[in-house]
Nanobody, 114 residues
Framework: VQLVESGGGLVQAGGSLRLSCAAS????????MAWYRQAPGNQRELVAS???????TYSNSVEGRFTVSRDKAKNMLYLEMTSLKPEDTSVYYC?????????WGQGTQVTVSS
C-alpha cells in the first residue's frame, strides 16, 4: 500500500485548496480512508473519513467547510477545503485502514496566512 499526498501550499485566509492522495495497493472496499492533520505541538486530529458505503464524517472544526471524496476508478482520495482559517495550518496526512491495519502517507503542508 502506498499513499502519496499532493496539493498543499500557502493560501490566504478565506481561500481554498484541494488535497489529493494517490492510493496504490488499496482494495476497493478498505475499512475506511481518511484525512488527518497535525500541527507542531498539537495532537493529531482526524479531519474527515469516508467509508466503503460512501458515508462520510467530519470533525466539528471543519464541518461545512471541507469535503472528502473518493474516486475508486482512479484510486484517488480528495479533500476539498474552503473558507480556510489560519488554524487549519497543519501537515495533512492521507490514511487508510485495511483489515485493521493502518497505512499513512508522508503528508503535505498546508499553511493559511491571516
Amino acid at each position: 500500500v502506498q499513499l502519496v499526498e499532493s496539493g498543499g501550499g500557502l493560501v490566504q485566509a478565506g481561500g481554498s485548496l484541494r488535497l489529493s492522495c494517490a492510493a496504490s495497493g488499496v482494495p476497493p472496499r478498505p475499512d475506511y480512508m481518511a484525512w488527518y492533520r497535525q500541527a507542531p505541538g498539537n495532537q493529531r486530529e482526524l479531519v474527515a473519513s469516508i467509508f466503503s458505503d460512501g458515508s462520510t464524517t467530519y470533525s466539528n472544526s471543519v464541518e461545512g467547510r471541507f469535503t472528502v471524496s473518493r474516486d475508486k476508478a482512479k484510486n484517488m482520495l480528495y479533500l476539498e477545503m474552503t473558507s480556510l482559517k489560519p488554524e487549519d495550518t497543519s501537515v495533512y496526512y492521507c490514511v487508510t485502514q485495511i483489515s485493521g491495519a493502518g497505512y499513512w502517507g508522508q503528508g503535505t503542508q498546508v499553511t493559511v496566512s491571516s
